[in-house]
């Protein structure tokens, strides 16, 4: 509702609204623009004046329908070339078709195939053979010979001669006038044709056609042409023979203008001619009529007269009057034009004003509301503001106790990596007094030697994060010196030569100086070089290369250290994370704790450094550290002061080198490990000292296998259907769930126990472990005797499972309760079996080709969940199949045998009184007993 008060002050502004409304329903009110249209006009005419004449008569009528387009085209009298631009006409899309044919025959065609496109016809003067066409619009031709004749016959004095010259031959209009002027003629005997020519509508062609008959031309001839140009052709070889004042010329056409018949009347050139209208206006008037769908007729004749001495001059005058008039027509429609593009333009700026005036208005009215939108805004955004800054002060107070309890946590992760130094400090030192002695047992000394490789690995850990923590808190301070670049680099390297000798790897130091003095902090330093020498040597196989090389940066301004591998490179996506902190590569088969080269960047910030990293998959790694020359860079505090010792820290020199030592073969502690045992287990683990040691434990009781990744892993298992299966979750390849859902489902390995190893505790990941038909799930650190008997019930219970399976063998050896997939096989083995009981050729590579799998991989299901050899399953089902016939068929013990697979009585009662002690015929009577 709108209040009285605003209503009064807005009065105004809706009254001007209103007014507009009005004058824009007002101006609405326009007339509607007649349809537009494209209009095809075909000629074929070499007559200059009778084309003309055509052309501006369909233009005169044109200008009474403004806006629709003539496409004009004249061929000269080419037929062929008609029929082109008929089609050229098509292809532009006319509306209708205006055609005056040059030929009757070859045109009728087109024509047909124009008019049955849907395309209107208005044939002009000139017919076709057939009627489809629209409508036709010109004079009747046999009329106008007729009428000539008849004018003739009039005039003729004995002894005069009639030479006749016609159009064009097959011209229908040529036809009729000769047939209409000789039936005239032909009512007076006297009247002979002394000879007819054709002049194809040329006043050239017939002058010189007559030019080659004129010693048959006489004074006295009467001379009649089917057309003007062609009279007048005539009247001038009859003027060059000095015939011309005696002859006597008739023509067709009265066309007014210069050389129009009657301009050849008036200066008596021509005894008379014969009306015939061009058809141009008419021709366009009826087009008009079929395109907006009015009334019309097909066709359409046009009126005709003789015009001679007697009527030339009121014909003239009435002609003279007609072209006044169009042109004064023709200039009223120019002045009508102009004034029509005037009121054209003066509506527009009607228009505009308008649409300017309404759109101030709107403006005005959005202005006014956005006034008061913007005030309420003002009042929102106030509270707002006063919300948001008593939110900024909670949460100041909020970050404030955040960074407390940060700094709390991080104090107190500091404090334990202190305290975890101490005890594995403690651990170490015995550790290597026990070491040092000589007369330890071999396997207690592997042991040993184990503890000592990972106690060391977690003493560089902690290290690590210990470095960490004073980056982050910026208690991290350089102590630079200037040193040889060149020697301290080549003193690292030179630590690493017995691994690359172990490895066969080509190790190369290349500098292009001798020596490079700078300034850097070596125990910093040394840190960078460490890891990135043991990244290089960790991911670069046996017989591979490495390189270093030093140098400086094209600019001299840095110096460069690069390390490159030929090992397994990294993946775009590696690259991107390399430098993050706990970052590790998902394909890599050497896990680390994510921290190396994060730390290592950090410090070669600290030197105002930088550290590039180029790789490939598969081709290997480049790191480049780049090192500013000189010691301005750095401030009056990072130089190591005269009595600061130089410290190559415990772990940098010992516990690098720790990570590359193999582990024993368990062979080594096991001499009986050779011997044969029961069970086969496969070990999936990419550590390979995890990998030893459960080879060193587990290796007294069962054969085992292992496979440091998951496709290496799915593949042996695959290979070897091993009794139980030990693996990691976290593997490069696929991961020890993938894994578990692969062997779970496929038909080989389905019956195989699997045991999850994992680091992570999660519920989540055992839960999906479960899911996956995991058979147990250990998280590590775990007790070895807890995992001897989560083996030794996975096997007992699978023992279980295959006595349920043959206690009963073979009819009721499908009916387990085990899981799915096993049941799916057994069913499969059991029907095939039984299914060629009777099949004395039956053998075990039409098993293998039924199920699909190999003999090794079925001997070994078969034997996993049945317990019995394929041969003695197959015979133990023949038997028992025999049993039932002999008890339950009446048929003779020949055809009991054959029905079991045997081909000779003899060896089946052999093979029945070996399985029961008794012969067939003896079981058969106990039987009946």
């Not at 994060?465 to 991290?476: G, N, P, Q």
């Not at 172990?502 to 700078?518: A, N, P, T, W």
């Not at 070990?683 to 292992?706: A, V, W």
Request: overall charge neutral; glycine content about 6%.
């Amino acid at each position: 509702m709108i209040s009285l008060p605003m209503f009064k002050r807005n009065s105004a502004v809706y009254i001007i609204i209103a007014l507009l409304l009005g004058i824009c329903a007002c101006n609405t009110n326009v007339e509607i623009p007649p349809k537009k249209y494209k209009i095809g006009f075909s000629q074929c005419t070499g007559d200059i004046k009778w084309r003309n004449a055509t052309l501006d008569g369909v233009n005169r009528e044109l200008t009474f329908h403004p806006g629709s387009a003539l496409l004009y085209r004249n061929a000269d009298d080419n037929s062929t070339l008609q029929i082109q631009q008929i089609r050229e006409l098509i292809k532009q899309g006319i509306d209708i078709l205006l055609v005056s044919p040059n030929e009757a025959e070859p045109l009728t065609a087109i024509v047909e195939e124009v008019y049955n496109k849907g395309i209107p016809v208005v044939v002009i003067d000139r017919r076709i053979l057939s009627d489809q066409y629209t409508a036709f619009v010109g004079a009747n031709n046999f009329e106008i010979g007729n009428m000539a004749g008849n004018y003739l016959s009039n005039i003729y004095k004995p002894n005069s001669n009639i030479i006749e010259i016609i159009g064009l031959k097959g011209s229908t209009s040529s036809v009729e006038r000769k047939k209409g002027f000789e039936k005239a003629i032909q009512e007076n005997p006297e009247i002979k044709i002394k000879a007819s020519i054709y002049g194809n509508w040329l006043k050239e062609k017939a002058s010189e056609e007559l030019w080659k008959i004129r010693d048959v031309l006489s004074p006295d001839d009467i001379i009649f042409a089917q057309n003007d140009p062609m009279a007048l052709g005539a009247y001038e070889i009859y003027k060059k023979l000095g015939f011309e004042k005696q002859a006597t010329f008739i023509g067709v056409d009265g066309l007014a203008g210069p050389n129009g018949g009657i301009d050849l009347v008036t200066d008596k050139k021509l005894k008379a001619t014969l009306l015939n209208p061009t058809g141009g206006e008419e021709a366009v008037q009826i087009a008009f009529k079929i395109l907006n769908k009015e009334a019309f007729s097909k066709e359409n004749t046009l009126s005709t007269v003789v015009i001679d001495s007697t009527n030339v001059r009121i014909m003239k005058l009435q002609t003279e009057k007609i072209n006044a008039q169009q042109r004064d027509i023709g200039n009223q429609q120019d002045v009508l034009l102009k004034q029509q593009r005037i009121q054209e333009n003066q509506a527009v700026i009607i228009y505009i004003f308008i649409g300017a005036l309404i759109l101030v208005l709107i403006l005005g009215g959005i202005a006014v509301v956005a006034l008061r939108n913007n005030r309420r805004i003002n009042k929102r955004l106030s509270a707002q503001n006063q919300e948001i800054l008593t939110q900024r002060n909670q949460l100041i107070e909020m970050t404030a106790y955040a960074k407390q309890a940060t700094d709390a946590k991080f104090n107190f992760f500091t404090n334990i990596s202190h305290e975890f130094r101490t005890p594995l400090t403690l651990i170490l030192g015995p550790l290597e007094d026990v070491l040092s002695k000589e007369k330890l047992s071999y396997p207690i000394k592997n042991s040993l030697l184990l503890v000592h490789k990972n106690t060391i690995r977690l003493l560089r850990l902690v290290n690590q994060l210990m470095d960490f923590r004073k980056i982050e808190e910026r208690k991290m301070k350089l102590q630079v010196s200037e040193n040889d670049l060149v020697a301290f680099v080549q003193e690292i390297a030179d630590s690493f030569e017995v691994i690359a000798h172990k490895k066969s790897i080509g190790f190369f130091v290349d500098s292009k100086y001798k020596q490079l003095h700078m300034w850097f902090d070596v125990n910093m330093l040394d840190k960078v070089l460490f890891n990135l020498l043991s990244n290089a040597f960790k991911f670069t196989p046996d017989n591979g290369l490495i390189n270093i090389t030093i140098g400086r940066s094209t600019d001299e301004t840095m110096a460069v250290i690069r390390v490159e591998d030929s090992g397994i490179g990294m993946t775009d996506e590696e690259i991107k994370h390399a430098f993050d902190i706990f970052y590790q590569g998902n394909s890599s088969s050497s896990k680390g704790t994510g921290l190396g080269l994060s730390l290592s960047e950090e410090l070669v910030k600290l030197h105002h450094g930088k550290i590039m990293l180029k790789s490939e998959k598969w081709k290997g790694a480049c790191f480049e550290v780049h090192l500013p020359l000189g010691k301005d860079h750095f401030d009056a505090c990072d130089f190591k002061q005269p009595d600061a010792p130089v410290n190559t820290s415990y772990e940098d020199l010992k516990i690098f080198m720790q990570e590359f030592e193999q582990p024993s073969h368990e062979t080594e502690y096991y001499p009986d490990n050779n011997s044969p045992k029961e069970y086969s287990v496969l070990i999936i683990e990419d550590d390979p000292d995890m990998r030893s040691f459960l080879k060193t434990r587990l290796g007294k009781h069962y054969e085992l296998h292992e496979a440091d990744n998951g496709i290496s892993g799915l593949a042996l298992a695959r290979e070897i259907v091993p009794d139980l299966i030990i693996s990691d979750i976290i593997l490069p390849g696929k991961n020890g769930l993938h894994i578990t859902e692969m062997i779970k489902q496929d038909i080989r390995t389905s019956h195989i126990p699997l045991i999850l190893l994992t680091a992570k505790n999660s519920i989540e990941e055992q839960i999906q472990g479960i899911r996956m038909q995991a058979d147990a799930f250990i998280v590590k650190p775990f007790n070895m005797e807890y995992l001897f008997e989560t083996i030794r019930n996975l096997l007992k219970s699978r023992l279980q499972l295959r006595e349920h399976y043959t206690s009963e063998l073979p009819s009721e050896a499908r009916s387990g309760h085990s899981k799915k997939i096993d049941r799916k096989f057994i069913n499969e083995f059991t029907a095939i079996v039984e299914s060629n009981l009777s099949n004395e050729h039956f053998s075990i590579d039409e098993i293998c080709r039924e199920i699909g799998i190999s003999r090794v991989q079925l001997y070994r299901k078969v034997k996993a969940l049945l317990g019995y050899n394929i041969n003695d399953y197959i015979l133990t089902a023949r038997m028992q199949k025999a049993k039932f016939l002999l008890s339950n068929e009446a048929i003779s013990i020949f055809e009991v045998a054959c029905k079991v697979g045997f081909s000779s009585q003899a060896y089946f009662s052999t093979v029945f009184r070996s399985k029961f002690s008794m012969t067939p015929s003896e079981y058969r009577e106990g039987k009946r007993c």
